[in-house]
C-alpha cells in the first residue's frame, strides 16, 4: 500500500515539475520575444530644413539631423510647392547620409521648379518644411 | 495477504490513471494558453515592425472636388513590406475609397522608405481649398510569422 501511493506521488510530481518546466521555457520565450519587440522599435529621424533658396533652377537647402538616427537620403522625400514628392537620393548624390548632428548644404539641380515657395522634406517619419528665402 | 495485494494494485491503477487525466488536462490547457500567448506575441511583433507616414506636404495637399480626388503621399516607415492593395482611409470622418494606388521612384513593391501615391474619394464629402482636415490611414504589412500587422496614424492636412 505504502509502496503504490508512493509511486503514484512519484509519477504525478514528475508530471507536475515537467509541465512547470514547460511553463518556465514558454515564459522565457515570451519575455525574450517582448524584448525584441520593445527593442526593435526605432525612434523616428528628427530632421529640420535651416534655409532653402533657388537660383538658376538649383535649389539650395542646408537640412540638419538634429535626432540620434542616421538619415539616408534614399529614404528621404523631397515636395515642392506641395508637387509630387522626389526622392533626395536622386537629386543630390555627394552624400547618402546625414548623421546624427550633422548639417548639410545640398544643391538639387534639374527639378524642373523655378521661384518655388516652399519646400517640405519627409524621412521615415520625421518632417520639415520651409519657405524658400 | 491476497486481498491487501488486489487492494494495492487497485489503489495504485486508480493513482496512475487520475494522475494520468490530471498531466492530459494540465497538459493540454497549458498548451491552449501558450498558444494563444504566441499568437498575440506574433501579433505584437508584427504590429510593432509595422509603420507608415505622410509624404506630401500636410500644409498643400491637392483636392479636387469635380472629379472626388484627394492625393496623398504615404511612405512605409517601418521594416515589413506594406501591401498597397489593403489600405484604408477615413477623411473627416468619412470612409473613402481608394482609387487608384502607385509607388513611386521605379520600386515594384512597398518595401521601406518607398512611397506610395494614393487616389482617395470620400464620397459625398464637399471640401473646399484651404479648408483643414484630418485624414486617418490604415496600413496592412505582409505575413510576418503567419500574421499580417497593422497601423494606423492620423494628419491634419490642408487642402490646395
Sequence with gaps: MGGSVSISALIVGTALLGIFALASLSLSNSALSASEVVGGATDEPEIRLINASESNGVIHLNMTNAGDETISFDQTWLSIDGALPIRASDYHNQSTILFPGETLHIQLSGTGFTSPARIFVASMGGQSGISFS | ?160
Excluded at chain 2, 487608384?100 to 512597398?110: E, P, Y
Design chain 2, 1 to 160: 495477504m491476497a486481498d491487501g495485494g488486489t487492494s494495492e494494485l487497485i489503489m495504485l491503477i486508480s493513482g496512475l490513471m487520475v494522475a494520468g487525466i490530471v498531466t492530459t488536462l494540465l497538459i493540454a490547457s497549458w498548451g491552449g494558453l501558450a498558444n494563444s500567448v504566441d499568437t498575440v506575441q506574433n501579433q505584437a511583433e508584427a504590429n510593432s515592425k509595422t509603420k507608415a507616414a505622410l509624404t506630401s506636404d500636410p500644409m498643400q495637399v491637392s483636392w479636387d472636388q469635380p472629379s472626388c480626388n484627394l492625393s496623398l503621399h504615404i511612405q512605409n516607415t517601418g521594416a515589413l513590406e506594406l501591401l498597397d492593395g489593403e489600405i484604408g482611409i477615413i477623411v473627416n470622418g468619412t470612409a473613402s475609397t481608394v482609387n487608384q494606388t502607385r509607388l513611386l521612384g521605379n520600386s515594384s513593391v512597398w518595401t521601406s522608405g518607398e512611397v506610395a501615391e494614393l487616389q482617395v474619394c470620400p464620397s459625398g464629402v464637399t471640401m473646399s481649398a484651404g479648408q483643414e482636415i484630418t485624414v486617418t490611414i490604415v496600413v496592412r504589412s505582409e505575413h510576418y510569422q503567419g500574421i499580417s500587422g497593422q497601423y494606423s496614424f492620423s494628419e491634419v492636412i490642408r487642402l490646395v
